[in-house]
């Protein structure tokens, strides 16, 4: 969950599909129309739900394993992405260095982040249930805070985002948050299908 500009969170590096049988989607955004704003205090906060045919554990050691990590940087064609995960007694941390293209992105956002862009990603995750994450892109003025939780939901989890995206940017600030937070929907979008793909065992 990234400048979050291009592929930004798959936190594993933040189109719609219909639901699958092993992971459906429902979103607490209007991807149609873009990320809606949770609230904005000089920042936009978006939330998005991702629902897993698994139970809470199993999702939880999905998270946690480094080559899933890694495939969804790979789905999310990084330039570059080095994963350290380590775990921590019932949690785990993570840093998730990488590069990403920007030629994707419309040209006054390319102007403010260049040919490519470098984001770090840290995940502290204290035990199964959820934990924090922290995005920053060095050199640049944003940040995308926020937490991640997991709820059990009949059989399988309900694996929640909430995010704080913010660019200190005069007048085009908030342009690049709705960009952003675009991005992260895709990028969650991506795990999303990867993470199918894992819990299937495929």
């Known amino acids: 969950m990234v400048l979050p500009m291009r ?26 129309r873009g990320p ?7 920042a936009m906060k978006l ?36 994963v350290t995960l380590e775990r921590t007694g019932t949690g ?29 990603q840290h995940e502290d995750w204290a035990d199964t249930t959820g934990g924090t994450v922290h995005i920053e892109a060095p050199g640049k003025p944003t940040t995308v805070t926020g937490t991640v ?8 989890t309900r694996e ?6 913010k660019v200190k940017v005069p007048i085009v600030g908030g342009k690049l948050e709705k960009l952003m937070s675009e991005k992260i929907v895709a990028g ?4 999303q299908a990867v993470g199918t793909a894992y819990l299937k065992g495929s």
């Open 149 to 156: 939780t997991l709820r059990p939901e009949g059989s399988g």
């Open 36 to 42: 809606r704003p949770t609230g904005h205090d000089g």
């Open 92 to 120: 785990f941390t993570l840093t998730v260095d990488q590069e990403q293209r920007t030629d994707d992105l419309p040209s006054f956002a390319r102007t403010f982040a260049g040919e490519t862009t470098r984001a770090v």
């Open 7 to 32: 592929s930004a969170l798959s936190r594993s590096c933040v189109a719609l599909d219909t639901p699958t049988t092993l992971g459906r989607r429902d979103l607490a955004l209007n991807t149609a």
């Open 188 to 191: 969650l979008e991506a795990e």
């Open 47 to 82: 939330r998005h739900d991702l629902v897993y045919d698994a139970p809470p554990q199993a999702v939880f050691e999905m998270l946690a394993d480094p080559v899933f990590r890694e495939s969804v940087c790979t789905a999310m064609g990084v330039v570059s992405a080095q």
């Open 160 to 165: 929640v985002v909430e995010l704080e995206v």
